[in-house]
């Protein structure tokens, strides 16, 4: 066991803490990061496999670690992406150099990018569902600005389970379970 090399991981890894998403300079009330994305994913993807009849424990897996290259090579949203070209798979395997879990999530990362395996399209779907949520959170009360990001998201889901879920979260009033908390809690109605 090499300790230096996995202390360093786990440091590398508590840096996605401070790793804010890049959708944060496009879109308004955000101060989301790469650590708090990847772990509403994961339950997600835990749901959604669970949902799909598919390995809950590979989902969970890629969803963990879909966005871990980040800590290396930012989080590049889709302008950045035109003009900056990203060494992810250099990144990667650099990340996971000499790690006990490393080739495990090499070919789990390889996977997920390859979107051939009900597992790689259930965790991707994870991760839009996650950016859909957030998109209802943000622009709750601004259907015009809301409704072509929700869109563009939605169109990229393939699981059935995803797209009913992604419905419903158009739909969903983002306090509703806590507003449901508090009336079953004092048995008054929240106004709403």
Partial sequence: MNEKRITDFFFELASLRRLTRSHRQLIRGSDDNISDHSFRV???????AELE???SNSVLKMCLFHDFVEARTGD???????YVELHEDRARMNQMKDLPIGEEILRLMREYEQRESR???VA????LLDQMILQQEYFFEDAVNREPWQAHTEQ???TESAKLLAKR?????PFEWLYALAEENTGEKVKR
Wanted: proline share 0%; charged share 25%; glycine share 4%.
């Fill in 124 to 127: 991707k779907d994870a991760d």
């Fill in 156 to 158: 990229s889901l393939m």
């Fill in 76 to 82: 590049a949203n889709f302008i950045n992406k035109l």
């Fill in 119 to 121: 597992e790689s399209i």
């Fill in 169 to 173: 979260i158009r739909e969903a009033n």
């Fill in 42 to 48: 994961a339950v997600i993807g835990m749901m959604l």
């Fill in 53 to 55: 009849n598919c390995d």
